[in-house]
């Protein structure tokens, strides 16, 4: 069975720090996309950023890049230079190719930027 | 811009009563999805919906279902309300001919049953 773990219930940091989310999953599969969303308080989830797991070149969305390591099955965020609108919910999901195609998710990093 | 819309941000319902949770998307999506997220445990798929009249039991199951009459619209109904169903509900939905697989949310019902 797939599953993903994000070990961080929460995390705090300063405003403009650069912070990193972990996030390790488990698959048999080969073919897959890794996926970080995010939900702020109160709004709706969206996501942050993919990474096609047969690309080696790690994916990067501005401030937001993710560092994947396939044999080690890790996939951890990196957000730099963090903005108070970071604040959220942040999960870690995974999907391979194969069968229903369904989304699995982590437990959630809650992340609190501080001013 | 995909929008997802739910018919309630917030609901209150009794023990035993039949419930009702809509969800509409406006984009055209075969795939529709309903997860429950609790804390520590992430979102966990309940039903998910390949495309009209097209349903398959996801993770959790147990005590949901689910209709999709329409294309646009996918309602999970609790047929007798229990309060360990006290939860977020989250819709999502997608076209299988994206090569992204992303999903797209709703903004959630937040249910809580007395």
């Known amino acids: 069975a797939q599953t993903v773990t994000q070990s961080q219930p929460e995390m705090s940091v300063q405003e403009a720090e650069t912070v990193t989310l972990s996030c390790t999953y488990d698959?048999?599969?080969?073919?897959?996309?890794l996926f970080w969303y995010k939900q702020p308080p109160s709004r709706q989830m969206i996501l942050v950023i993919r990474?096609?797991?047969?690309?080696?070149q790690n994916a990067t969305e501005n401030r937001f890049s993710v560092n994947f390591q396939k044999a080690a099955k890790s996939f951890s965020l990196k957000i730099s230079d963090s903005q108070l609108g970071d604040t959220a919910m942040y999960f870690c999901?995974?999907?391979?190719?194969?069968?229903?195609?369904?989304?699995?998710f982590g437990q959630g990093t809650r992340l609190t930027i501080n001013p | 811009d995909v929008k997802v819309t739910q018919s309630s941000r917030y609901l209150v319902k009794r023990t035993g009563e039949k419930v009702f949770l809509e969800c509409v998307q406006d984009?055209?999506?075969?795939?529709m999805f309903w997860y429950r997220q609790d804390p520590g445990l992430g979102l966990r798929l309940i039903y998910f919906?390949?495309?009209?009249?097209?349903?398959e039991k996801g993770d959790i199951p147990e005590g949901y279902s689910v209709s999709r009459e329409k294309k646009e619209r996918f309602s999970l109904i609790l047929e007798s309300a229990s309060t360990n169903q006290t939860s977020m509900y989250l819709c999502?939905?997608?076209?299988?001919?994206?090569?992204?697989?992303?999903?797209?949310f709703g903004p959630g019902t937040r249910l809580t049953v007395t």
């Open positions: 999502a939905s997608r076209s299988p001919g994206e090569a992204s697989y992303e999903q797209y």
């Open positions: 698959t048999s599969e080969n073919n897959y996309y």
């Open positions: 990474q096609e797991a047969y690309k080696q």
């Open positions: 999901a995974f999907i391979h190719f194969q069968g229903a195609q369904k989304l699995v």
């Open positions: 984009m055209d999506h075969e795939n």
């Open positions: 919906s390949y495309d009209v009249k097209m349903k």
